[in-house]
Structure formats: C-alpha cells, structure tokens
C-alpha cells in the first residue's frame, strides 16, 4: 500500500479565523486520499471561500442551518461534500471554530501520485486540464463522493486528508479573482474570493 509522504495539516490550521488567508494558505499543499488501499494526491492549485453569515454565495448565508448545511458548523478540519447538478460531487474543507460555518471549496489540483489511477476512474488517456481543473473532475479523479461528508481530516485513520510536503506559493504567485458560478450572490459576487496558481496548466481562466 502507497504511502504519504507529507505532514498532515494540523487542526490549528483549521481552526484560524480567516478562511480568505487559509484559502491562499491551501495552495501548494497536496490533497490525499486512500481509498481501498490506493493512494491518489494532487497538489492544490486552485480554492474558493465561503464565509457564513455574511457571504450571500455561502450555503450557510445568515447562518442557515439545514440538513446539508449543518456539517458546515462543525469545528474546523471536516470534509463539506455536496452534489451539484446531481452530477458533480464539490470537496470542501470547514474551517474556523464550531459555529462559525467557514469553508474552502478545493477547485483544482495539480496529479502528484498515482495519476495512472485518476485516469482511469476519469476515463481519460492524458494528464491535463481535463483530468483535475475543475472541482467535480478533481473529486472523481480522487474517488471523493457525498458519502464522505462530515469525515475528519485530522484522523490518523481517515482516507482522506491534506498535507504540507514542503510547497511553498508567494503572494506574488497567486492570482485572486471573483469566485465561480455566484452571479446570484449580488455584491459578492464580486469578492476576489477565488485563488490560482499563477501558470498553472491545471486552472481555468477567470470567468
């Protein structure tokens, strides 16, 4: 069985209060999971932020607490994964303390490990845009679905996790831009709430 080659992130990292500053602070680290023995990472290159109770893009907007919603109010360092379109399964991180219903949607990851895998469970022949630009294909490419909601990331024992192998993105590499998908959210639409590698091959242009 593969094994990781990082530190897993620790809950204080979780638990800070600025979910934009962990938004930044998520790239260049390496989502992992194991899933049946397989390991599959990819570096992050790509993140949104989602804050409760004053961001209209957020699901938890003025703090609604409902069946889907209610994982995002839970301690920083758990899985929020959600089905949109009944089709794509989004990976988010909650972060800050209980009650406070932050999160990070992960929208991109750059293949690391066991990219002959990702391929595979995304029927796809070549390491590219396509394979992991995107939050839906990043998920599938890493075998994450709904079933995973409200899992630790801090657990020795969970399957997936996020850990630092030594990646470091400056400022100056990181390009901020409104977020995907929001036009409904009004003037928050308009927050620079996305986050990119700079000449990464695996993000999409701003919208």
């Not at 600025?18 to 930044?24: L, N, P």
């Not at 995002?72 to 994964?81: I, P, R, T």
């Not at 630009?133 to 630790?152: N, Q």
Request: proline letters at 2%; glycine letters at 8%; a positive charge.
């Amino acid at each position: 069985m593969a094994k990781s080659i990082g530190q897993r992130l620790a809950k204080s990292f979780y638990l800070q209060e600025d979910v934009v500053q962990i938004s930044k602070d998520l790239l260049g680290k390496v989502l992992v999971t194991n899933f049946d023995g397989q390991l599959t990472a990819g570096k992050i290159v790509e993140t949104e932020a989602y804050r409760a109770p004053d961001d209209k893009a957020c699901h938890a907007y003025q703090n609604l607490h409902t069946k889907r919603t209610s994982i995002m109010f839970e301690e920083g360092g758990v899985a929020y994964v959600y089905l949109c379109y009944g089709i794509h399964h989004l990976f988010n991180v909650v972060t800050a303390k209980a009650g406070m219903a932050h999160a990070v949607l992960i929208r991109a990851v750059e293949p690391l490990d066991n990219t002959e895998l990702m391929l595979e469970r995304r029927g796809r022949s070549k390491a590219n845009r396509q394979l992991t630009g995107g939050p839906g294909v990043m998920s599938k490419a890493l075998g994450i679905t709904k079933e995973w909601t409200g899992v630790s990331l801090l657990s020795k024992d969970s399957l997936i996790w996020i850990e630092d192998r030594g990646m470091k993105i400056s400022e100056e590499h990181i390009i901020s831009s409104p977020r995907v998908g929001v036009d409904y959210a009004e003037e928050c639409a308009l927050w620079d709430w996305r986050f990119r590698v700079k000449d990464s091959k695996f993000t999409s242009p701003a919208k």
